[in-house]
């Protein structure tokens, strides 16, 4: 079993798109049942509030037929950290803050999603771009890569 936690900011776009995109991805391979994935945010402003998913980021999961469930924001704990094999971030400054939050990451499970591409780079938050678009595609491309990453690995 491999466990997966994806982490932005508030857990409500760009983490639980990430969440769902890899879900339907080892369901498509048949490999669901290897893999355990949630997604978590490093502030808990949303927290408060029982935040579900942002409805750009629904938007964007119905028209490319990716299936989710109503999914809540939570912040990421320090008992994520051991649990998790991988903590799959969106940006630099949710790295920073992860390790504010579980310590430093002396198990090398921290990650920038885009890290795993030939080109390393940050996804932009939508909150702010309310380009839900490139932030599909961005994590389309990630999670392929983070896939690739693992077969070979395995190999
Ligand atoms: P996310 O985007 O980190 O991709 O979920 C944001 C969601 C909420 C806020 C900021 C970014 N906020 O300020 O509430």
């Known amino acids: ?9 508030g857990n409500i776009c760009r983490s639980p798109m990430a969440e769902f995109v890899l879900k339907q991805m080892v369901a498509e391979k048949g490999l669901a049942d290897n893999f355990e ?13 029982r935040a579900g998913i942002h409805h750009g980021t629904r938007q964007m999961l119905k028209s490319m037929h990716v299936p989710f469930e109503e999914h809540y924001s939570r912040r ?3 008992h994520d950290y051991a649990y998790f ?12 803050d992860i390790q504010s939050l579980v310590g430093l990451d002396t198990e090398h ?7 795993f591409t030939d080109h390393p780079r940050n996804i ?14 961005d994590i389309v491309e990630g999670c392929q890569a ?3 990453y693992l077969n070979n690995k395995s190999e």
């Open 1 to 9: 079993m491999i466990k997966v936690l994806f982490v932005c900011l």
């Open 37 to 49: 994935i949630d997604s978590a945010a490093t502030e808990s402003y949303n927290e408060m509030c």
């Open 76 to 78: 990421i704990r320090p």
């Open 85 to 96: 094999d991988y903590i799959l971030a969106m940006d630099d400054s949710n790295i920073e």
């Open 109 to 115: 499970k921290i990650y920038r999603l885009l890290d």
């Open 124 to 137: 932009k938050d939508p909150w702010y771009t309310r380009n839900f678009d490139e932030t599909y595609w």
């Open 146 to 148: 983070f896939l690739e």
